[in-house]
């Protein structure tokens, strides 16, 4: 089993999340405690677009991603919406909420065909109860989903132009992209809009940029497949 892996005294950059995020929760837990974990209620099978949960409802319990992907976000009383990040297979949402009774934070919304194990708030207490030493790694998930939150409106609300938000959140998505010898490349599913609610901005600057950087081959899609043919290029973009 994998140890702790920060504690209160080292601070954890979103790099760092990102990394971590490749391994997901599922990975830090012992192998009894993983097997225990996903016995206690079979996955179910989500469409893309299905609803996990929603912000201001009461908890349901804890949701393990098995496959798939889910995009978290928080919406205004307007209807606005911003999108904090995508969660992949191996990590556990509604942590938060579940263990202290408290209403969801953030809204839940699969992007893809996906497979998911519910597990209500009491079974989950009931594992953590069996598995002591899992506390550590809980509070160290909700800190590192804290942190990335904490990063992604920083993104939003600081970064100065569209294409450097774009770029971050290009490089994000392609973390655990195929490497070929014309790049990084990935599905990218999401669409424009989606991507707007991502970085703050409107469909119309989503196109304008994405045709941007096509022109200037930091990218290239082919169907949704994205490339991109050199991260140090992109990254120098969302540095700017």
């Known amino acids: 089993m994998q140890t702790a892996l920060h504690t209160a005294q080292q601070p954890v950059s979103h790099a760092t999340c990102r990394t971590l995020r490749a391994g997901g929760f599922f990975q830090k837990l012992s192998p009894t405690a993983l097997a225990d974990l996903t016995s206690i209620r079979n996955p179910t099978s989500y469409e893309a677009g299905d609803l996990l ?18 995009r978290l976000s928080m919406n205004s009383s307007g209807g606005k919406r911003l999108s904090l990040r995508v969660a992949r297979a191996g990590e556990v949402l509604g942590l938060t909420s579940a263990l202290f009774g408290s209403k969801c934070e953030t809204t839940a919304e699969t992007l893809s065909t996906a497979k998911i194990t519910h597990i209500s708030g009491a079974e989950f ?7 002591p030493e899992v506390y550590q790694l809980v509070t160290e998930e909700v800190s590192l989903q804290y942190t990335m939150a904490c990063e992604q409106l920083r993104t939003v609300g600081l970064s100065s132009s569209a294409p450097e ?28 809009e989606q991507i707007g609610e991502f970085i703050g901005a ?39």
Not at 125 to 131: E, P, S
Not at 165 to 179: F, Y
Not at 207 to 236: D, W, Y
């Open 53 to 70: 949960f929603s912000e201001k409802q009461d908890s349901t319990g804890v949701f393990l991603i098995r496959e798939g992907l889910v």
């Open 125 to 131: 207490l009931d594992f953590l109860q069996r598995h």
């Open 165 to 192: 938000k774009l770029a971050r959140l290009l490089l994000e998505m392609s973390e655990n992209g195929q490497p070929t010898e014309n790049g990084t490349r990935f599905r990218f599913i999401l669409t424009h």
């Open 202 to 240: 409107s469909r119309e600057t989503v196109t304008r940029t994405l045709g941007s950087f096509k022109l200037r081959r930091l990218v290239a899609f082919n169907g949704s497949m994205l490339t991109i043919p050199s991260r140090s290029a992109l990254e120098s973009c969302a540095r700017n």
